[in-house]
């Protein structure tokens, strides 16, 4: 649903950080920060050897790991400048869910967000910058609720953004040039790894059109479309890193919302098409096939009680990519979430037999986990 921020590491900093702004010298402009980080105890794994963070048999024999450590700024308006709107965040550490050898810092610093907005009256806002891309809804847990959603979850790219309201309806109109800044970051953060990297391939320019329709009090259907290119980054010349790729994605979705109960579900079928990108689909890093084709089906059931929330996120997903013989996968992420104070705690367990790789291509693979994420705003 358009820019909604969901709960964390990818998310529950921007989820709640309106509600914990420290007033800024400057009128008009708010300041507020975080930390998080993130126990880790992964049960099992397809993923081992001795330099993996996803090994099993390590865990057992130390009991599992503190990680994921973040420091978080957050600089938004306070509606102090007339109809101009901003917002950032940054963040710094390894908790800041960024890919290092994929961003436009090389470091562990990276920008979650930064956009520019006006606000032509009090039902429309246009975004210059990187922000939410309108596609179907965001989870409310800390992250393993993302499941297979991966390539079409929390992605923040880098464009123009037109969001707006009209009686029952919310709309988005937005161009994305690239998915992060630089010549050739492929990083997001949150929904990093699934959009190819530095030296394979990137995705831009991409126009994205949202539609939401609440058309029963606490029901909501909407449908969400982006299409866009695809630019080879495994070419040694500028002339050989050709756009000629392109991507599509269609996204239904469905959400209720009534007392302490909400529901959602979301289906999306995706399609990228590597012809044309000679030397990434030459390179070891290429797909099955040069025409990548999949389905996912996603759910998040929710009960809220004062400052307790139990949840269940869960979901399927399918390829239909020649070559690829990856069976259909599933995965289910049962959780708690507290509210107790200047922060959250999160209790979760992620089990999954198969994910989404960096091609968007559906691969098997076991791994479970469980974790605790601790975060504190100020």
């Given amino acids: 649903m358009a820019d909604n921020k969901r709960a964390l590491p990818a998310l529950a900093l921007g989820a709640i950080s309106p509600l914990l702004l420290v007033q800024n010298a400057q009128a008009g402009a708010e300041l507020s920060a975080g930390v998080w980080w993130v126990y880790q105890y992964v049960d099992k794994s397809d993923f081992g050897g001795p330099n993996s963070a996803f090994d099993a048999d ?15 700024l957050y600089a938004d308006d306070d509606g102090g400048y007339g109809p101009w709107r901003f917002s950032a965040e940054a963040r710094i550490g390894r908790g800041s869910f960024t890919d290092v050898n994929n961003n436009s810092s090389g470091d562990t610093f990276a920008m979650h967000k930064a956009w520019i907005g006006y606000e032509f009256n009090d039902h429309t806002l246009l975004k210059v910058g990187k922000s939410q891309v309108p596609f179907g809804w965001k989870t409310g847990n800390f992250w393993p609720g993302d499941g ?20 029952d309806f919310h709309y988005d109109a937005a161009y994305y040039h690239q998915d992060d800044w630089g010549e050739d970051s492929t990083d997001t953060l949150d929904d990093n790894g699934h ?29 969400s479309v982006q299409y866009g290119r695809m630019q080879d980054l495994t070419a040694d010349t500028a002339s050989g890193r050709k756009a000629d790729g392109e991507h599509v994605a269609y996204d239904l979705h469905y959400l209720y919302q009534r007392g302490p109960w909400s529901f959602k579900y ?33 759910a998040e059931v929710m009960y809220q009680n004062r ?24 995965f289910y992420a049962p959780g708690i979430r507290y509210k107790y ?15 989404i790789d960096a091609n968007g291509d559906v691969y098997e693979g076991n791994f479970n986990a469980a974790y605790v994420a601790f975060d504190f705003y100020f």
């Fill in 58 to 72: 390590l865990d057992r024999e130390t009991g599992g790991n503190f990680a994921d450590p973040a420091f978080i």
């Fill in 148 to 167: 297979l959603q991966g390539g079409y979850g929390d992605q923040m790219d880098v464009g123009f953004k037109l969001s707006g309201d009209a009686g």
């Fill in 195 to 223: 959009w190819g990297t530095s030296d394979s391939y990137r995705k831009l320019k991409t126009g994205v059109l949202n539609l939401d329709w609440r058309f029963l009090e606490g029901h909501t259907m909407g449908a």
């Fill in 266 to 298: 979301r289906f999306v079928d995706a399609r990228r098409d590597f012809g044309g990108l000679d030397a990434f689909l030459a390179s070891d890093a290429a797909p099955a096939d040069e025409e990548v084709k999949t389905q996912r089906h996603v």
């Fill in 307 to 330: 400052n307790w929330a139990y949840y269940l996120d869960g979901g399927v997903a399918s390829t239909d990519t020649r070559n690829n013989d990856a069976g259909d996968v599933q």
């Fill in 341 to 355: 104070g200047p922060g959250w705690l999160y209790l979760e367990y992620l089990w999954s037999d198969g994910d």
